[in-house]
Every structure is written in structure tokens, then in C-alpha cells.
DNA sequence: CTTGACAGTGAACATCTGTTCACCCTACCC
DNA sequence: GGGTAGGGTGAACAGATGTTCACTGTCAAG
């Protein structure tokens, strides 16, 4: 038996369980009486960089474990099934999120961000933030509304553009708390 | 010290160590000097249902480590996080992917979805298939070009159109191959 | 002051963990 | 046939792991 054809069992158990399997399990899995022989296919699954191990030895799921295949520009199409071996995957939510305990998702309302591909009905993932740098775009609480625009400095001033010609920017008379930073937009589209 | 007031950091150590910490590493993270208190620790984040258990009594993440708080719109603001608890959360990735198997992640080059709020350098989700239904936007291959445009279906008639005045409406002559189907659109900012 | 709840210490324990050793068996090559 | 590499067995071991016990100090309520 090939060392890869238990992989996806390992893969598949890490969904379900939610972390490694020790070698005892394994061995189970794979139908070995010794763990020795888990050791061993665990050596190679280390070797083709399928897993990984930690300092102590435990084993970490490594970037296969996430369920995204990367594929390149549209341009240059979708390959056929069979040859999807060697495609680079990433984990959607580590790859978007940093900080999880300060991220939301909003959805937007209006279409003062049009021009910057912003729509009524997206979302956008706001990570939680007091501070901003020119270009980003904010949401912040500007003389009592909650607006999302683009977060500029010039000098002392502070403007709140939007992306969209038929809507103002936005000068703060009193109050500006810029209270989270757009991170991403994501918009589906019903199946 | 509120037992709470550990739990960021417990996240964070699953986040970069891939795995859950044990009640050793626990102890250290909080600054404790006997296992027994981050064991009592541990039963408090157990009973708030903030990490799970399995078992053999190994810590799991629990869908906290994984879900993204909800709010409403833009323009409700964003509340303090005192206020969180009540909210609603999703998981990023069940809730945009239906089909794991059959789902990638594409690169787009290229202005003709502009007016459709898909700008060069976007990541599209697409769901591989090979049907579309008037209005998807599909990634196909047309006379041995890979494209993605929206599709129609004009009584007999086929059309591939762009969301973009400047960029012509394709009319496959010989050959016309849907390979997937765009699920989501997703625009991640420089931080 | 007394009481009780709470949080943390220190130590112990049975079990589980990754790792390693010697060994067996089979398949293949020269 | 002889040799060798590879995959598997079985057993062992040191260290790590979750759990538990008795105990100490603190602090607010009565």
C-alpha cells in the first residue's frame, strides 16, 4: 500500500475530530497492528511535506489540510480533475482573517463605494480598529451616522470620501470615532 | 483575572500552533503555577461552551475558533464589544462553500466584470459545473479562449457578455465549454 | 469575628504519547 | 543462491498529558 492512500483518511479525520490523530490512531486506521508502521508512513507523509510535526513531535495538519485549490488567473482556464495533484490550496479564513476576536462581517447598505467595486448586498469583513492610514476604507460614526467611506489624511484634516461622484465627502464637524477598518468584500451570488 | 479574559489568548495559540495548547502550556500562557488552575480554568471556558472537550478529556476548538461575529448593516454601526454575546455567527467557509470538492479559487485579470463589482486582481470562488442558468457569471472556454462573463441563453443563442460597455459580447461560433460557475467574489485589502 | 466561596499552589497518579530497538517476512535484483 | 531493501510486528521506554487530592491565602457577606 502506498503511503499517500491513507492521507486522505488523516485529512478527513482531522475535519471531523478537529485535530491530529496520534499514531495509535493511525495505526488503526491504516489497519497496522504495530506503531511502529504508523511511525514509519508518518516519516514519508513528513518527507512529501503532507503533515508536519511540532517540536514535541505531534503532528500538525499542514497547508493540504485546507479546502481551497489555488488555481491561477482565469485566463489560463481549469484543468481537468486528474490533474489537480500538485495544486497549491490555502485555508480561506486564515487567509483572510487575522485577528479573529476583532473581525465582523457587515453587509452594506447604499452605494456610496461603487467605484471601488463595493455593492448594496455585499459584505465586507471589518476588523475592529481606532486607528486608520490613508486609503482605507473605514467604518466610522461621523457626527452621530455610521458611514463606511475612504479614509483619508491631508494634514490636520481628516476626510471621509466615498467612491462614487454622486455622493460627498464627508468633512467631521464634532465627532469622528473610526471604530473598524475594511479588511475584505465578499459578495455571493445565489446558486 | 476572569476566566474569560484568557480565552483570546488560547485562540491565538491555536492559531499559530495549529492545535489546541495543552493545560501545561495553558498554565503558562496565563501566568499560572499549577496545572490545577488552568484545569479549573478550563472547566469554566467547558461550561461557557467556549472550547470543547473529547473523550479523552483533549481540548477542541470550539466553533468560536473558527465563526465570525454578524451585525447588521453598515449603517447600524458596530457595538461595543461588551455587547457581543448576543450575536449571531457563521462559519466563512461552510457558509460561502456548498461543494469542497468541486471549489477553487481564481485570480482576475482583466476589466470586463468591472460594472459588475469584479476588478482586476479580485479572487473569485468558482463551483466547477457544467451547466448555467441565464445571469451566472460562468468561467468558460470559447473557442479555445478562457473567459468569464455573464451567461445567457437567448432562445437557441448563447451569450457571453462582459459587464463592461468597452468590452464586446462573445457569441461562441464552434465552441463553447462551461467549466465553472462563480459562487463569490472576494476582495481582500492590504493591511 | 466567623463563614464560605473562590482562586491558586504543589504534588501525585494512571494513562497516553512519540520514538526506538530487534526481529520477521516478502519481493526483487545480481 | 545470496544479498538487500522495504514494510510490517511486538515490545519497551522516557516523557508528556489530563485529572485529582489536600492545602493555603484572600476577600466579601453575615
Redesign the interface.
Known sequence: MEPHSHFPAIVAFYRT????PTYREIMRMAGFRSTNAAAKLVKKLLAAHLI?Q?DAG?L??SRYFS????????????PA?AEEVHLDT?N???????N??A????????ESM?DA???PG?A?????RKEAKTG??V?A?VDG????KVFRKRGRRVLLEPANPHFPTIVPKQHLRI???????????P?
Chains 1, 2 share one sequence.
Do not use: S
Not at 479546502?67 to 481549469?78: D, F, H, K, S
Not at 480561506?92 to 487575522?98: A, K, M, Q, S
Not at 451616522?145 to 463606511?148: G, K, L, P, R, Y
Open positions: 475530530h478537529r485535530r491530529m508536519q511540532d505531534r500538525l495538519p479546502e481551497i485549490r489555488l488555481l491561477g488567473t482565469v485566463e489560463a482556464g481549469i480533475p490555502i480561506l479564513e486564515t487567509h483572510l482573517i487575522r479573529p476576536q473581525t465582523y462581517l457587515l453587509r452594506v447598505q447604499g461603487i467595486g463595493i455593492l455585499d465586507v469583513l471589518v476588523e475592529r482605507d476604507i467604518i460614526e451616522e455610521w458611514t463606511m471604530a473598524a477598518v475594511v479588511i475584505a468584500v465578499i459578495r455571493t451570488y446558486t
